[in-house]
């Protein structure tokens, strides 16, 4: 029984967690946040096992940012 009331307590903290955080992204740009929720954290795990470059890829495709940069001049 303690037990259930544990995970019940983690898996609302956690519900809570991804509202607050993803909320902001979702209001911003509701077209692209599936690729936000997606895309974000396995960046961060690849990143924090060591693939950068890999990070920097998934990263791209998740903010839809292509290779080409636009510059005023």
Known sequence: MNEFIIIAILIILFGAFLYWAYLPDYRRNPKEFW???????????????????????????????????????
Request: aromatic share 6%; proline share 3%; no cysteine.
């Open 35 to 73: 690729r936000t929720l997606i895309g974000m954290p396995i960046g961060m795990l690849l990143g924090g096992i060591g693939y950068t470059t890999l990070n920097e890829k998934i990263k791209r495709w998740a903010l839809n940012k292509d290779k080409k940069t636009t510059t005023k001049k």
